[in-house]
C-alpha cells in the first residue's frame, strides 16, 4: 500500500519474496501478546506485526490496566472459564515478560474490589458472582462484604457505600508498559514491528495474503475496530463496534491511598489515582467531554471523599472494542485457511491466555477441551 | 451561567485585546477571560500598574502599549483576569469554556470562540536546564514588570531578539551580566541575508534591531558562535560550560537565563480539533489559520502568536481583523471604510510576516539543540532522559504519542509542553523522517490541573 | 535559605507582610508569589516528585509547574501565577511527596 511505500525499503529485500510464517495485523496488546506467544512457541518462525499510525485509535494504551475476573462472563460460561485461566496464567507470564524485557509492568494481584452504591447494585453483583462461581465449578473464588467490612480492607469510603464484592484473584498491571515490554522481548526474539502502516486492503493469493506489499503465508487480524472491515474481506463476521470509556487521572497520591483493584479506581505504581469508566456510545469519537469527566469525579468523590483534593492532572477517551455480547471472538476463516481474527476487549486480562493457549489454538497443537473452549467463542454464538 | 456570549476571547494581550474592542463597539456581546491578574499579555504585562522606573528600565516599546490598554478598559465587554481555562469543548450553541476562577470551576457558553493566548518559551533540552538557578530569559524580564524583580548578577545565554532586549533592559537597570552567551550559528547570518530585503520593510525595526545588537556586544562580555550549553552544579546551577570553535569553557555563575525564540501556545486549538503543521522554518508546531484568524472550525478563530510568532503589533493588527471579521461575520457592518480596514489590515499582517522572516532565520535554533542526548533531563515533569526516549524511537514506536505510552515522557502536569517539541526531534531523529512527518502529542483535558472536588458537581451545592 | 540571588529595582519599596513556612517576612508588595520566594533567597521551592531532587520557578508564565507550592492551605498552586496578599501564608514543598 502506499502508506508502506516509505518503510518497504527498510526491511531487507528477500523479506518481500519468503513470505512471513505470520502477519499479525495490529500491533496493540492482543497482536503483540499473540506474536509474543508463537516466537516462544516456534522461535523459528518468521512474524511480522503491521501496527497504525501515532495518532489511530488505540484501545490498549486507553486501557484501565485491570486483571478483572470478577462478573466477566457470568452470562457466558466459557468466557468466565477463559478469563479465571487467563488470570491464573498471568504471575508466570508476568514473571518471564520482566525476566524477558527488563520493564517492570507493575504487576500486582492483590485483589479486587468491585464497590456497591445501593443494596440493588449489591444483590446484582451477588448473583453475578454466583453465577460466575457456577459456570467455573467453583475456580472463581470471592467473597460479598457488607459495609463495614469492605471498610476494614479500604478505609476512607464514603457513606453511600453499601458495601463490595472482593475476589483474591483479581490485580492489575501498568497496561502501557506491558505493550512496551511485549514490544521490547518481541523484538528481542526476532519478531519484526512495522508501525504506521494502514492496511487497506488484504490480498488473498493462491497460498497465503498479501498484506499492505506483505506477504504471509497465515494472518491474524488482531486490528480492534477495524477487525470488522478487514475481516469481511477473509469471509470472516467479526462484529465488533466501539464503546467509548473515559478515564481520569490525578496527581501522586500517598502511597496506600488505595490498595486494592478495582474498575471504579485504582492507584498505579507511580503513585496516580486512575479513575474510570464511562461507558458511551458515540461513535468513533473518543474526546474527552465536561459532562462524562464531571460524572466520574461525582462518584469517585463519593466512594471516596478524601479524594476530592487530588488534582486531575490527565484525561483520556478510549474507545472498547465490543462485540454484541462483550465477550471476545475467536474465529478461523473457513473459506481461506490460514486467516484468523482476534476481537476483544479484555487485552489486559487475557494477555496470558493469548500468548498461551491461544496460539496453541492458532499453531493447532492444543488438546481437544481447550480447544472445544476456545471454539466455543467463536461467532457461531451470534449467527441465529 | 446561562448567558451565551457573542465572542469569548481567551487572551488579554495585544491580540484578544484587540479583537475584544473591534466585537464590542460593533455591540457584540463579549468576554474576555485572562490568565494574569491585569491586561496585556506577556509584552504589556503590568503595563497599568508598573511604576516610571520600571517603564524607564523597560524602555519606549513596553510604554507604547498604553493607548491599546486604555481602550480595551474602556470597551464594553465583559473582562475576567485570574482565570485558568482547564477545558474547552464543542457546545451545540458554539463552544463551552472550563474554568477556575479562585478555586471554582465555571463554565462559559459562547456562540464564537478567539485563542489569542499566545506564545511560550521554546522547550530547551540542554544537561541541567531543570537545576534551581535556571530560568528562561522571558521569566526574567516577567520578574522585571511584574514585581520589579532584578537578579544581581546572570549569565544569559541563548539567541534571539527577546535575550538581547533583556541584556539592554538589565544593563540599563545596572544588573552585572557576567556573560551573555550568544548561541546564533555563525552561517545563520549568510543564510539570513537574502531576508534583509524583507526586513527593510519595516526599517525602523531593522535599525532598532541592529542597534540592540551592536550596543550589547560593545557594553558587556559578549561571546558568539557559542555551543553546546549544559549547566553544571549538584543541586543548585554553580555554572555554565560551552563550547566556542571546538574549545569547551567555564563560567562560574548561579543564576543562568536561557532563550530560544518563542512557540505558539497550540494546547487549545488542538483540544478543539485545529490540526497542526510543521513550520520548518519557524521550527515549530502550528495552528492553520486563514488571513482572519479562521481556523477549520466552525465559530473558532486564533490570532497572534498562539498562530504563528510575530510579535505585539502583529498580534494587534491580527486581533483587530480577527474581531472585525467577527463582526462582519454577524452582518452587523459592512460600510465601504470596513472594506478598506480589512485590504489594509491583511495587507499589513502579510508585509509584516514577511519581514519578520528576518528575525525567524538569524535566529532559528541551532542544531544541537534538537539533540538532547544522555542523561539530559527532556521530560521535566516525570523526569525522562534524552536516551530513556532515544531507545525507544530506535525500535521504530509510531510516534510522539506511542512514547509517551513507554516512557511517561508528557505525562505529567505541564500536558507536554515543556517536552512535546523535544519529543519530536527525537523520534525525527532516530527514525530519519522528517519533522513535518511527526505528528505532536495529542491535547486531552485538563489544560491546567483541576481538584476532583473543584470538577465534581455535587461540590457545587 | 541562603542569600539571595534577587533584588528590587525599586529603593525602599512599600512593603508587605507574608507568612513563608511558618515565619513571617516582610517583602516588596508588588511581587509575585514565586517573585517573593526568590526575593527571600529560596533557590529551590520544590522537591521532585519523581526524583526528589530540588527544583525553581523556571517559565514565570504557568506553563512549566516547576514552582507549585502550598498557598492558604490550597496545595500545588503556582507561585508565578499569583500575586501576594498581605499575610498570604506560604509553604515550600521541599519535604516528602509533594
Known sequence: MDTCKNVLSLIPAYNQLEPYDWIIVGGGLVGASIAYGLIQKQPQLRILVLDGADTDHRASVGNFGLIWVQGKGHNFPAYANWSLQGADLWPQFARQLIHESQIDIAYQRQGGLEFALSQQHLSVLSEEMAAMAHHTQGGFQYTLLDRDAALALQPGLGESVVGAVYSPQDGQVNPLYLLSALHKANQLHGVEYQSRCTVENIEVLTQGFNVAGFAAKQIVLCAGLDNQRLGKQLAMHLPVSPVKGQILITERAAAGTFTYASPQLRQTAEGTIQIGGSHEHTGLDDRSSLEVMQAIADDVVALMPELARLQLVRSWGALRVMSPDGGPIYQHSDKYKGAFGVCCHSGVTLAAAHAGPLTNWLLNTLDRDQKILIEAMNNDRFSV | ?????????????????????????????????????????????????????????????????KPLLARFMAAKCDYQPLVQVWHIEAHEKGFVVAVLVSGESITYVTSHLLLANGAMERPIAIAGWDKPGVMTAGAGQILLKSSALLPKQVVLAGSGPLLLLLAQQYRAAGVTITALLDTTPKSNYWYAIPWLVAGLTTPTQLFKGLWLTLVQRIKIPYISGVSHIEVIGKEHASGVRYTVSGKVYDIACNLIMLHQGLIPQTQMAQLLGCPQVWNDFKQCWQTQVGAAGQTPIDGLQVAGDAGAIGGAYLAQLEGRIAGLARVNSAAELRSRRNKLVNLWLRFRIKQLHWARGLIDRLYQPAAWLSEPSGDTVVCRCEQVSAEAITAIANTGCAGVNQLKSFTRAGMGACQGRQCGLNLGYLVAHAQQRPMSEVEPLTVRPPLSPICLGQLARRSEL | MTDSLFRSLIKDPPQCPIVVNGVEHQVPVQLSVAAALLYLGHLATRQHPVSGEPRAPFCHMGVCFECLVSIDGQHKQRACLRQITPYMCIETLMAGLN
Not at chain 2, 32 to 47: H, K, M, P, T
Open chain 2, 1 to 65: 451561567m446561562n448567558k451565551i456570549y457573542d465572542y469569548l476571547v481567551i487572551g488579554a494581550g495585544p491580540a484578544g485585546m484587540s479583537a475584544a474592542i473591534e466585537a464590542s463597539k460593533a455591540g457584540l456581546c463579549v468576554l474576555v477571560l485572562d490568565q494574569a491578574a491585569s491586561a496585556g499579555g506577556q509584552i504589556y504585562r503590568n503595563l497599568g500598574q508598573a511604576g516610571s522606573k520600571q517603564a524607564k528600565v523597560l524602555g519606549p516599546d513596553y510604554v507604547s502599549g
